[in-house]
């Protein structure tokens, strides 16, 4: 079927036109939770909270903020933004401060933006904002805050405007959590460019159902599965990241009952969905309307997709039905894709031979030398991809170098960061993505990225593929392992050290660290000079390692101690857990106990410092809530970080909420 949404040229225009179609998006709020809202009041909606927008004096170039958790109010505010030429800032919501202190930096980045937030939200900025000197830059949102809360009456109109291709369509600012975000301006033309590309590529029609759980915040639940969906006609089913996060066999449960033949999902939700899925048989799922799978976000694991593919084939999974695919933000997501149906195909190298520039070496896929990449096809249509050196010269086929971009999907910059444009963009306008990657074949193969190189003994060597030989030990799985280069002082050169997740003693951990170096070394021939127990792994928001905060917290020190104790041996072992105070506190200690692995968690422990990730705190929250229905919320959890201070706010509710 032919798209009818061939010569739309903006996003207004796509509104405009879809509004006369019955198509729908589905919201997915649980098992049997659903919401179904037509392209016709979508539009309608958009209108109304434009109105109120505009009452709020926001106006055609101005900046709102979307701060929302829920995906059926972030969509309705995404379009009243675009409709009225008002640039939509998509914040993750997150539950940390660290996320508060993000959303703090992009406001000021903006200088007078506008905020749509729930009034729960926009308190708990305040109060964070109040403790962290950041009152003058949260008055000024407050000033120009729209509540979801006050939403009580859309059916006033605003006045849309009429966007051109050259308009800023959106900013995506970088997941990280850095000093300085980045900011991706989005041109509409960028978007469609991407949309017609993406769809010619994938062949998507209106016969295709989509499923995802990816959050709206990251670019292949904006744009990947809303966008995109959206410009196709296609019946889009949206379920919260969180309900995935806490249920994550109902993903599959619910693309079977729906015939979804459009999945998404990055290494870490295939993992996720096998490690809560465990020995249990494979019953009730019927997946062989699924036709693609997007695998994306982050380094794609081939062992990975194998184990998830042969764990579902008993519920009729195309082997065929994986499609790793690259892209990134500032290509308005989609960059290159297999062609639909194909094989997933796979190359084995010497990992000892992948400097730039060099020749690559296949060598059996068996070898301990070996590391296996993975293909994600060619360059969508209205986009060009090229390999280059360190001088941005094209390399030719099987030769690692630098992976560099042009094309009508392509940002023409950061926002307002001039530094950041310079650096990149090359003289002759191609944009340098920051990954390494060869050409095999006619098809790409991504390696990893240029600045996550670890550079051992003259050699070249990328971190997930060490991370996922130390991933084999029990224990050690996805995310719990950081590999990453260290200069030790008065030594010249880099090592190899490895980050592990730990919490215990260092005479537990010292097992662990020699099994994990010995592994290495017997798979690569490598050295691993350090190996660094740690209580956190810094993450972005979207789950990225970020080994240049563990490689600087080496460089400062901040591990001697652990280090001198590892070395000498004498690390004291833990002395006798506290008695719980009460019922209450004894449940709390259970339900962290159970959650975090059996680490025998104190009253007085903070969870944080035990290295509790967000998966854990939504685990142990929906324990928490399972045990004491209603009484504690998820963003509690930082604010009460220890079971005895936890146990006591939990004491104080449930006093309150007795009858008097």
Not at 124 to 132: C, E, L, P
Not at 146 to 166: C, H, M, N, Q
Not at 562 to 587: C, D, F, H, V, Y
Request: proline letters at 6%; hydrophobic letters at 40%; one cysteine or more.
């Amino acid at each position: 079927m032919s798209n009818p949404n061939t010569h739309v040229t903006t996003l207004t225009e796509l509104l405009e036109v879809n509004r006369r179609h019955p198509g729908k998006i589905t919201y997915l709020e649980g098992e049997h939770e659903a919401r179904e809202v037509g392209f016709e009041e979508l539009h309608a909606r958009a209108l109304g909270i434009l109105h109120h927008l505009q009452r709020l004096g926001a106006r055609r170039g101005d900046k709102l903020i979307l701060f929302l958790g829920s995906n059926e109010q972030f969509i309705d505010a995404f379009w009243a933004a675009v409709l009225g030429g008002i640039v939509p800032v998509p914040v993750a919501l997150g539950i940390s401060d660290e996320h508060r202190h993000k959303l703090m930096r992009i406001a000021r980045k903006l200088g007078r933006p506008f905020i749509y937030t729930e009034r729960r939200s926009l308190e708990r900025i305040g109060a964070f904002a109040a403790q962290a000197g950041e009152a003058e830059t949260f008055e000024g949102l407050r000033s120009r805050a729209f509540l979801v809360d006050d939403l009580d009456d859309i059916s006033r109109a605003g006045k849309p405007y009429e966007a051109t291709p050259d308009d800023v369509a959106f900013i995506q600012f970088s997941s990280g959590s850095t000093s300085e975000p980045k900011g991706v301006v989005l041109t509409h033309g960028n978007i469609i460019a991407n949309a017609r590309g993406a769809t010619e590529a994938a062949r998507f029609s209106q016969d295709d159902v989509s499923l995802s759980w990816m959050p709206l915040t990251h670019d292949m639940g904006l744009i990947g599965f809303h966008l995109v969906m959206f410009y196709n006609r296609i019946h889009a089913h949206l379920m919260p990241t969180e309900l995935f996060i806490r249920r994550p066999l109902l993903w599959l449960t619910l693309a079977s009952r729906i015939r979804a033949s459009i999945l998404c999902s990055p290494n870490f939700g295939y993992k996720h969905y096998l490690k809560v899925l465990g020995d249990r048989p494979i019953e009730g799922l019927d997946l062989a309307s699924v036709r693609l799978i997007f695998n994306g976000a982050e380094p794609i694991s081939v062992e990975l997709c194998d184990e998830f593919l042969t764990r579902l084939a008993p519920a009729r999974l195309a082997r065929n039905a994986m499609y790793p695919v690259y892209g990134l933000a500032e290509a308005s997501l989609a960059v290159s894709f297999p062609p639909p149906g194909a094989p997933m195909r796979t190359i084995a190298l010497n990992r000892h031979h992948l400097g730039v520039g060099s020749p690559v070496e296949p060598v059996d896929g068996h070898s301990r030398e070996a590391v296996q990449l993975v293909s994600e096809g060619r360059a969508i249509p209205y986009c060009s991809v090229r390999i280059a050196d360190e001088e941005d010269r094209p390399l030719p086929e099987d030769r690692i170098g630098h992976l560099q971009m042009r094309g009508d999907n392509v940002t023409r910059g950061y926002f307002e960061n001039p530094p950041a444009n310079a650096a990149a963009f090359t003289a002759d306008g191609w944009l340098r993505t920051g990954d390494l990657a060869l050409v095999h074949e006619g098809e790409l193969y991504v390696s990893g990225r240029a600045k996550e190189i670890i550079f051992v003994n003259g050699q070249n060597y990328y971190p997930h593929d060490l991370e996922g030989i130390a991933q084999r030990i029990e224990g050690l799985e996805l995310g719990k392992v950081v590999a990453a280069g260290v200069r030790p002082p008065a030594e010249e050169t880099e090592q190899l050290a490895l980050f592990i997740l730990h919490r215990g003693s260092m005479e537990d951990f010292l097992p662990l660290a020699t099994r994990a170096a010995r592994l290495i070394n017997e798979q690569t021939g490598l050295e691993v000079a350090e190996v660094v127990p740690v209580k956190r792994i810094p993450k972005t928001t979207s789950g990225k390692i970020q080994r240049h905060l563990l490689e600087e917290s080496y460089a400062d020190g901040e591990f001697a101690g652990e280090l001198k104790a590892l070395a000498a041996l004498r690390a004291a072992q833990r002395g006798p857990q506290t008695a719980s105070r009460n019922e209450i506190e004894e449940k709390l200690r259970a339900i962290c106990d159970a959650a975090l692995g059996g680490k025998r968690v104190d009253a007085n422990d903070n969870l944080f410092e035990l290295g509790a990730s967000s998966l854990k705190l939504i685990e142990i929250h929906e324990r928490i809530d399972r045990e004491y229905p209603g009484q504690v919320d998820l963003t509690e959890l930082f604010d009460f970080p220890t079971i005895a201070e936890l146990a006591r706010h939990l004491e104080s509710k449930l006093e309150e909420s007795r009858p008097v």
